[in-house]
């Protein structure tokens, strides 16, 4: 019995992943064209551990992850220190940056501080594999995208509800143990 509601509803990475249907969309950085003071204001409306990059809002094409604390120590660091970064600045995680008309301030570039391969998992992923990739490579948080753009995020704290959940369900599975 137990096995057989394993298998009839076989939970997938989709189920898992945030946003949820009702939540609002995951909040991502695009690679080039948002200002200092929108990545700012992103970080100030969040509480998000990270943000994915992403080529366009409407390509919604993985780049990248940045860590929020990163990009927070990147842009004050770059305010303080380098010359002309100011709130219109714009932001590019590109590998060239296009050179600026005049009049526009310097770009701050962040490329370094981007993880350019962050683990990826497609939604129909079935959860038991996701759960062992987690653990086997330690992952903190993994993007699941859908012919190739980006649907969602589950992180390590995701994966520990779901299976406190499939515990309370079924406490003599050996599936988790
Ligand atoms: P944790 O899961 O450890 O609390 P976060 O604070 O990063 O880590 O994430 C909180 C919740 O928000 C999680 O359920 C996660 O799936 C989701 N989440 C994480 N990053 C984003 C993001 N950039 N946009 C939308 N949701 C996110």
């Given at each position: ?25 995951l909040?991502v ?23 994915p990059?992403v ?123």
């Open positions: 019995l137990e096995h057989k509601e394993e298998f009839s509803h076989k939970t997938l990475a989709m189920d898992i992943m945030r946003p949820r249907r009702s939540d609002p969309p909040s950085i695009t690679q080039d064209g948002m200002t200092v003071q929108e990545v700012e204001e992103l970080i100030a409306d969040t509480t998000y551990s990270g943000f990059v080529v366009s809002h409407e390509s919604q094409r993985l780049v990248g992850f940045v860590l929020r604390r990163d990009v927070v120590i990147s842009i004050d660091n770059a305010r303080l220190r380098q010359e002309g970064i100011v709130s219109t600045s714009r932001v590019f995680f590109t590998e060239y940056t296009p050179p600026q008309p005049p009049n526009f301030p310097p770009s701050l570039k962040l490329r370094g501080i981007m993880d350019l391969s962050p683990f990826t998992v497609t939604d129909h992923t079935a959860m038991d594999i996701v759960v062992d990739i987690f653990r086997k490579l330690g992952l903190r948080q993994c993007l699941v995208t859908h012919n190739g753009r980006l649907l969602g995020i589950i992180t390590k704290k995701d994966i520990l509800k779901h299976m406190a959940q499939i515990a309370n369900r079924d406490p003599d599975s050996i599936m988790f143990n």
